[in-house]
């Protein structure tokens, strides 16, 4: 399973060869395998306002997302993959 959050600006550890590019957003996806107990309790439109994890026995995660109406729980294996990018972007 993939989770993507896209943010205006850049993150404060932006890599320095996004600088000069004209980056005006960054994008990260978060790709999570061995996913378990998928429980999806309402989705909207609506931007999710919470990502969060936790660590479990055997390098497992509880990862949790949520927002108004919407509520995504899940297991995976740890670590996830995570990849990072720079993106030139008015508005989203």
């Keep these: ?3 993507t959050s896209r943010r205006p600006g850049l993150p404060e550890d932006a890599p320095a060869d996004w600088h000069g590019r004209g980056y005006t957003a960054h994008e990260l996806s978060v790709v ?3 996913v378990t107990d998928l429980t999806v309790d ?3 439109h609506e931007p999710l306002s919470s990502w969060g994890t936790a660590e479990l026995p055997d ?6 997302l949520t927002g108004p109406g919407a509520s ?3 297991g995976a294996d ?3 993959r995570v ?3 720079g993106l030139i972007t ?3």
């Design 59 to 64: 390098r497992r995660l509880a990862v949790a």
């Design 83 to 85: 990849e990072r990018r």
């Design 32 to 34: 999570y395998s061995g």
């Design 1 to 3: 399973m993939t989770v």
């Design 90 to 92: 008015g508005a989203f």
């Design 42 to 44: 309402g989705w909207t």
């Design 78 to 80: 740890s670590p996830p």
């Design 72 to 74: 995504l729980r899940f």
